[in-house]
């Protein structure tokens, strides 16, 4: 019964059948999909969830090691499934660097803390050194610029 | 360490500057005097008879490893990353001079860097404690701003409180410093000094005519440095000078436009363009054109334009903003007649609607340096701070009526050795200045400002061109009184022109470089160059004949400005008869004769008043306005067409009005 609830926790559906056909089945083609939801995450304590919608279990029946893991918010295969969307913060208790979560403690950060993001390697947004011509904001190489007429005379 | 250098033998040094006062802090000078059991510094020693002075022993050696031992434990070396790395006094002389091995494993100190505004960049730990800075702050710049605080290890170079320097001389400090502590932010981490062409030129950004070195590379200016001369600039500018050089990339003209049929300006060849300027200026009659020369025309085109337009018939030129009532028959009569070095010697100064701190602040220096020196300064005009005390005595003409009937002023004036009267554009532009004048005037001979072997009568400009205009004539002929509303404008590089004088019918044929009122208001535009691109003549304002020399190449498909206008009047079918610079100049020299004197002063005739009476005929009686002389730029950092698109000037302008807020 467990398994019904998981599945439908999951995939936010209310029987198996539209959990399946929500996604579901792709555990059937997604070897790492259907170990935590079909194997792992029956009877496993949900301890926390973060801002990308990833939930962080933990069973500890399980071998030491693989007591924890995260069932990632987007699940889309292949595409979904990124694991660098998981935060530091969370990151240290997913890898038993530490036993608090955030869920269980508060979380102080660094002044030039900025918001975390899932890597970008692949996307538009990936990083491109200046000169590169993917570079949106290209360096100008222009040394001198010139006056533009038109500009000129809508401020005159 | 003077008679060392007149002996020929260079003594390092650090801290002396020889148009500072001495401090003596560096120790970088000693030499070893017999007789004298240690080694001295030779700046603050002075050198006697029989003197005998060693500079190279083994002592002189080791006293200057050692000293050289002292200043690098505390200085980073960061060499590779400093903006001064290739022109530093320090990385020059412990090559020279330091020893070749290091003993130093000790931690350095670190001194927090110092915000002094948008031109100078600071990287305190580099800073050595020679207080040059220091001392040209409060000696010559006239700016409590800088100064050393703590002592020992601890003692820091800063403002007292967090605070831009609020000088208009504050880039020299760069200069000044012998190490990479002060060095220039907008040329921060641009070019290295090795690879950059140095041209010496003159700056236009005031009348001043002050000397300058364009360091450029490429098509690219990479900073303006002073140039020594001493009769003019000594080795100061002002920051105009040294940091309006970004405003010489942006908004460049770089292709001739014509207005089109959508009433927009389209680029076009050059020949389109002459042939459109030849089909407006070919409709009208002579009398209907008139001709506006803009602040920073050179010689070569004011008297190509000049001689155009009398080839056409017509005598309406006028110089923007121009001060009416000038005329050129006597030269003596517009120029600094004490020359700029002349004024050192003044020992009674009275300026008359004159603010120096922002016409020409080089020149303010070395007013103030005459005031210490001694001599007594007093001012009519608008109340200003000029950095250093002057007697203040009223703002307006009513004030210089005062002094006429006989005030303790005119006593000063009259037993003073060599008085000197400075008459400023806030005279010089007022629509009443004729009259103004001829109080002057009344003044000069009552206080007997000219003498024998003393010319205490000078007039201080404000634009470049000014006096070259005068010079060449380049003003209103006796029948442009009567011309009607001119139907055709032609500007050059004209953009403060006065609305009145280029009416909302009018066809404007605008030459210049950069693009901005002129260009907007034109029909025509032909892109010119500036005054790095050029090699053009310039008079300043103590009639000094100085040229520029092109330092980059011109933008795009620009012209040099003479040359343009030669191009016109040959497709005029006038055309004008010289056709290379040389040509140009040989007419020039025709003139007048001193184009022809490069960097000298002739010294202009003086009528004995004669002049004065014929003045006063002409302009007749004419009422004195009550309202006060006012100086005729209230933003020293944004005056002409290149400083008004200088990103630099921008952020100066920024900074002074958070300063004035405070």
């Known amino acids: 019964m467990a398994l019904v609830k998981f599945l439908k926790d999951t995939y936010k559906r209310d029987s198996v059948l539209d959990a399946l056909k929500a996604g579901g089945w792709k555990a059937f083609l997604d070897g790492t999909l259907a170990q935590t939801t079909l194997v792992h995450g029956p009877n496993a304590t949900l301890v926390g969830s973060d801002g990308f919608g990833n939930k962080y279990y933990e069973r500890m029946t399980e071998q030491y090691g693989r007591h924890r893991w995260v069932v990632f918010g987007d699940l889309d295969w292949p595409s979904g499934q990124e694991s660098s969307t998981v935060p530091p913060e969370w990151h240290g208790w997913l890898h038993c660097i530490t036993d608090s979560s955030p869920a269980t403690a508060d979380v102080s950060y660094p002044i030039y803390h900025v918001p975390h993001h899932a890597n970008k390697t692949g996307t538009p947004s990936s990083y491109a050194p200046k000169g590169a011509w993917q570079n949106p904001s290209k360096r100008s190489w222009k040394k001198v610029q010139v006056w533009d007429p038109a500009s000129a005379g809508a401020s005159a | ?51 005998n002075i060693k500079t190279d022993t083994p002592l002189v050696k080791k006293a200057r490893e050692g000293v050289m031992e002292f200043l690098l434990i505390n200085h980073p070396l ?89 000088s208009e001389l504050s880039g020299n400090v760069i200069d000044l410093c012998p190490v990479g502590a002060l060095t220039s932010k907008p040329y921060a981490f641009t070019a290295r000094n090795w690879e950059l062409k140095s041209t010496e030129s003159v700056d236009v950004s005031d009348a001043m005519g002050q000397n300058i070195r364009v360091d450029s590379r490429g098509v690219e200016v990479m900073r303006i440095v002073p140039v020594q001369n001493d009769a003019v600039n000594e080795e100061w500018i002002s920051d105009k000078a040294r940091f309006q050089y970004d405003g010489l990339k942006r908004q460049r003209l770089n292709v001739p436009l014509v207005k089109g049929s959508k009433g927009l300006l389209e680029s076009a060849t050059w020949e389109e363009a002459l042939v459109a300027a030849k089909d407006a200026i070919s409709k009208v009659k002579g009398n209907e054109m008139s001709f506006i020369a803009g602040k920073l025309a050179d010689a070569e085109s004011l008297i190509a334009l000049k001689d155009l337009a009398n080839r056409l018939g017509s005598g309406n030129l006028k110089v923007e903003v121009s001060a009416p009532h000038l005329d050129a028959d006597v030269r003596s009569n517009y120029l600094a007649n004490s020359t700029i070095s002349g004024i050192d010697r003044a020992d009674v100064i009275l300026l008359i609607g004159s603010n120096p701190r922002v016409e020409a602040p080089v020149f303010n220096a070395r007013i103030r340096k005459t005031f210490l020196d001694g001599a007594h300064v007093a001012m009519v005009g608008e109340q200003a701070d000029l950095t250093f005390p002057v007697e203040h005595l009223g703002t307006g003409p009513d004030a210089l009526a005062a002094i006429l009937k006989g005030s303790p002023m005119l006593k000063r004036l009259k037993k003073a050795q060599r008085p000197a009267i400075i008459v400023g554009p806030g005279v010089l532009n007022r629509p009443d200045s004729a009259a103004v004048l001829q109080q002057v005037h009344e003044l000069v001979e009552k206080a007997d400002v000219v003498r024998e072997g003393w010319n205490g009568y000078n007039v201080l400009h404000d634009t470049a061109s000014r006096v ?25 590089g ?82 004008l008869p010289y056709s290379t610079t040389d040509e140009v100049r040989a007419r020039l020299a025709d003139m007048a004769p001193h184009f022809a004197q490069v960097d000298t002063v002739q010294s202009p005739m003086w009528l004995n008043g004669e002049y004065f009476q014929a003045f006063k005929d002409r302009a007749g009686k004419a009422a004195v306005e ?33 300063l004035a807020h405070k």
């Open chain 2, 1 to 51: 360490m003077a008679a060392c250098s007149a002996a020929g033998v260079d003594i390092p040094r650090f801290c002396y500057h020889q148009r500072l006062s001495i401090a003596g802090n560096c120790r970088m000078c000693l030499v070893e005097v017999e007789k004298s059991p240690k080694p001295v510094a030779s700046c603050a020693m002075p050198a006697g008879p029989g003197m």
């Open chain 2, 78 to 166: 960061d060499c590779p990353i400093c903006d001064q790395g290739g022109e530093c006094d320090l990385q020059d002389q412990s090559m020279h001079f330091g020893s070749d091995r290091g003993r130093f494993t000790e931690m350095k100190r670190s001194v927090q860097d110092k915000n002094l505004g948008p031109l100078v960049k600071t990287v305190m730990t580099r800073c050595i404690h020679c207080t040059r800075c220091v001392r040209f702050a409060t000696e010559v710049a006239g700016v409590q701003d800088l100064g050393m605080t703590g002592r020992g290890n601890a003692s820091e170079i800063g403002t007292y409180v967090e605070k831009a320097m609020e």
């Open chain 2, 468 to 492: 070259a205009a005068l010079d060449i004539g380049f003003m209103p002929s006796a029948r442009s009184a009567s011309a009607p509303a001119p139907k055709l404008v032609y500007l050059l």
């Open chain 2, 494 to 575: 004209s953009d403060d022109f006065d609305p009145a004088d280029v009416p909302a019918d009018a066809f404007v044929i605008y030459q210049g470089h950069h693009g901005d009122n002129g260009a907007a208001r034109a029909n025509i535009v032909l892109p010119g160059a500036a005054y790095t691109e050029k090699n053009a003549t310039y008079v300043n304002f103590e009639g000094r004949t100085q040229r520029t020399k092109a330092a980059v190449p011109r933008v795009g498909d620009a012209r040099s400005d003479w040359s343009i206008i030669r191009a016109l009047s040959e497709v005029l079918e006038k055309p």
């Open chain 2, 626 to 658: 009550k309202q006060a002389f006012s100086s005729s730029i209230s933003n020293f950092f944004q005056t002409d067409v290149i400083s008004r698109t200088s990103i630099n000037m921008a952020k100066c302008v920024q900074t002074r009005a958070s």
